[in-house]
């Protein structure tokens, strides 16, 4: 049987989000793809592109401690993924806020990532697709990770 590959894509930076899941991934025998290197270079671009486009399960979590442009505009991408393959399964969890800091650091880019948050999560609330998850925190993004690895993915 064929074991598939979790994608963690989503929130990089100096974010630790994925250490929880890369923890109980690898205690369960999950295979899993990390982007989050310690020397990003521009040739890793495709083999990200190649995971986002081919893992069986992707991640895509923005959290809190980014102003996440990045993050937020490839998760358009990633609902594109969806509709072309239904085989494939998303789990999406867009943070509606930001750490107060941040806020603070810079009150424009703020202003944009909040209400960028807003608008992601009002279009995902529309999304009606079985394979498209929105999980409300990082703990129910991990439990619904897990229940998919159990079943068959293969519709």
């Known amino acids: 049987m064929h074991t598939p590959t979790i994608g963690l894509f989503g929130t990089c930076g100096g974010s630790k989000w994925r250490d929880a899941f890369i923890a109980e991934y690898e205690n369960k025998g999950i295979q899993y793809f990390n982007p989050q ?3 990003w270079k521009p040739e ?4 990200e592109a190649s995971h986002l486009a081919n893992d069986e399960i992707i991640l895509f979590p923005v959290t809190d401690e980014t102003y ?6 490839e998760s358009g991408f990633s609902i594109l993924q969806a509709l072309k393959n239904l ?4 789990i999406i969890f867009i943070a509606p806020g930001l750490q107060e ?6 009150p424009v880019c703020a202003k944009e990532s909040l209400r960028a948050r807003k608008l992601v999560n009002a279009h995902l609330a529309e999304i009606k697709l079985d394979n498209v998850h929105v999980c409300s925190n990082l703990d129910e993004m991990l439990a619904k990770s897990l229940e998919l690895v159990n079943v068959d993915i293969s519709r």
């Open 44 to 47: 890793l671009a495709q083999i």
């Open 87 to 90: 085989n494939r399964e998303f």
């Open 101 to 106: 800091h941040l806020v603070k650091e810079n």
């Open 37 to 39: 290197v310690d020397d």
């Open 68 to 73: 996440g442009t990045g993050s937020l505009a």
